[in-house]
């Protein structure tokens, strides 16, 4: 099997590319203070605090977050977030 680089949910130092190894989707570097979380560069919209998602708001990475869709919490006010690219990549789905 070919090695290829692949991005983890925290580096410890940031990344001298700005897209994935695997599947070239481009990337947000994200430093929370202590490391660096590759993001999806396009902004999701989601509830903090009310799942499973992990999601980075104000560089801070969450592990409760639900996606945002329409309808699903109409009391609520969705907020912008940046979803850890290792959680939405297909390539590491496979
Ligand atoms: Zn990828």
Avoid at 32 to 58: F, M, N, S, T
Wanted: aromatic share 12%.
């Amino acid at each position: 099997m070919l090695w290829r680089d692949r991005l983890w949910m925290k580096h410890r130092h940031k990344g001298d590319y700005d897209f994935c190894p695997l599947c070239y989707a481009p990337i947000k570097w994200v430093y929370d203070g202590v490391d660096w979380i590759p993001c999806d560069q396009e902004p999701v919209l989601i509830y903090p605090h009310q799942g499973k998602e992990k999601a980075v708001i104000r560089r801070e990475l969450l592990f409760d977050c639900k996606l945002y869709s329409q309808g699903i919490m109409p009391n609520l006010r969705p907020v912008e977030a940046l979803r850890p690219h290792v959680f939405t990549c297909h390539e590491l789905k496979k």
